[in-house]
């Protein structure tokens, strides 16, 4: 069972949204509020039973809150903390769903100081191209990673708590430092999103854009379904992860490079065997996740 009765979340949209329903699926009875800077959100959340209450004074919020969620762009991070600093309750338990850790932990720090002890970093790896409580399905988490990046000072039945809490939702559990989150998902998440939002961009302001699009079929609509997702968001990732993504753009703007000589020089062995190579790991790829889906 969830070991909190009344959860503030933070953020109702795809993530916090899911996040409540899921917790619902799973049998919490216990008090769901939400928190939004956006009014008119907070309203259609609760109009669609994701929260029990919105558009509460702070001081209410938060009173018996022994869990905050926080489901917003990782750029909001520091401006959300300082505002519910002063509700913060001794033992409450603070978390986020955050897909960089490194930022996130520094605004952390910076801001609850010596209440850091409280803040478990965490990440559901786990999505749509949809954002808005709309969005918001009860098994988004079902069968999906949720990284957590435990900090030195964490308390262990924090810890547990927060792992408990995504384990009902159907999600399994990992552990990595907040260095090591953001060096693997500047790689898998961060840069295929900033590759789709690219090419979609790039024909968008081409001059036979009406003509692309118009032929554009499958392949082109199953690569680019992530440059649905929300700008702000991934605007605010990008920037967050920049260090990373850089070194990785680097890497993969070398590999463009060769492939680009391959095709010049129509070098169609030297093709074959890259395209070769790619499928076998990606079809490994996707054998692995199949038999960990069958061990469950």
Same mark, same amino acid.
């Given at each position: 069972?969830?070991?909190?009765? *009344? =959860? !503030?979340?933070?953020?109702?949209?795809?993530?916090?949204? /899911?996040? %409540?329903? +899921? #917790?619902?699926?799973?049998?919490?009875?216990? *008090? =769901? !509020?939400?928190?939004?800077?956006?009014?008119?959100?907070? /309203?259609? %959340?609760? +109009? #669609?039973?994701?929260?029990?209450?919105?558009?509460?004074?702070?001081?209410?919020?938060?009173?018996?809150?022994?869990?905050?969620?926080?489901?917003?762009?990782?750029?909001?991070?520091?401006?959300?903390?300082?505002?519910?600093?002063?509700?913060?309750?001794?033992?409450?338990?603070?978390?986020?769903?955050?897909?960089?850790?490194?930022?996130?932990?520094?605004?952390?720090?910076?801001?609850?100081?010596?209440?850091?002890?409280?803040?478990?970093?965490?990440?559901?790896?786990?999505?749509?191209?949809?954002?808005?409580?709309?969005?918001?399905?009860?098994?988004?988490?079902?069968?999906?990673?949720?990284?957590?990046?435990?900090?030195?000072?964490?308390?262990?039945?924090?810890?547990?708590?927060?792992?408990?809490?995504?384990?009902?939702?159907?999600?399994?559990?990992?552990?990595?430092?907040?260095?090591?989150?953001?060096?693997?998902?500047?790689?898998?998440?961060?840069?295929?999103?900033?590759?789709?939002?690219?090419?979609?961009?790039?024909?968008?302001?081409?001059?036979?854009?009406?003509?692309?699009?118009?032929?554009?079929?499958?392949?082109?609509?199953?690569?680019?379904?992530?440059?649905?997702?929300?700008?702000?968001?991934?605007?605010?990732?990008?920037?967050?992860?920049?260090?990373?993504?850089?070194?990785?753009?680097?890497?993969?703007?070398?590999?463009?490079?060769?492939?680009?000589?391959?095709?010049?020089?129509?070098?169609?062995?030297?093709?074959?065997?890259?395209?070769?190579?790619?499928?076998?790991?990606?079809?490994?790829?996707?054998?692995?996740?199949?038999?960990?889906?069958?061990?469950?």
């Amino acid at each position: 069972m969830v070991p909190f009765k *009344k =959860i !503030v979340i933070c953020g109702i949209g795809l993530i916090g949204g /899911s996040l %409540a329903l +899921a #917790l619902r699926k799973a049998g919490y009875s216990g *008090k =769901i !509020v939400g928190l939004e800077r956006n009014k008119e959100i907070l /309203s259609r %959340a609760h +109009a #669609l039973g994701i929260v029990d209450d919105a558009g509460s004074p702070l001081g209410e919020t938060f009173q018996d809150a022994d869990l905050l969620v926080l489901a917003v762009p990782v750029a909001q991070t520091a401006s959300v903390l300082k505002m519910v600093r002063p509700y913060l309750s001794s033992d409450i338990v603070v978390t986020d769903t955050g897909s960089t850790k490194t930022n996130v932990v520094t605004m952390a720090r910076q801001v609850l100081n010596e209440k850091i002890a409280c803040f478990i970093p965490a990440h559901p790896i786990a999505g749509r191209e949809m954002n808005g409580p709309e969005a918001a399905v009860d098994n988004l988490f079902a069968g999906k990673k949720t990284v957590i990046t435990i900090l030195p000072e964490n308390r262990k039945d924090a810890i547990e708590k927060i792992a408990g809490l995504w384990e009902q939702c159907g999600s399994v559990i990992h552990y990595l430092t907040p260095e090591d989150h953001d060096n693997v998902f500047a790689t898998v998440s961060h840069m295929p999103h900033l590759l789709a939002y690219g090419l979609v961009d790039y024909v968008a302001k081409h001059s036979k854009s009406d003509m692309f699009f118009q032929y554009a079929a499958s392949g082109f609509r199953d690569f680019t379904r992530i440059a649905s997702s929300s700008p702000e968001m991934w605007r605010d990732i990008t920037l967050a992860n920049r260090a990373h993504l850089l070194t990785e753009l680097d890497a993969y703007l070398q590999e463009l490079e060769h492939i680009r000589d391959l095709v010049e020089k129509a070098d169609g062995h030297g093709l074959e065997k890259i395209y070769a190579n790619a499928q076998q790991a990606r079809m490994n790829w996707l054998n692995t996740i199949e038999n960990s889906e069958l061990k469950k």
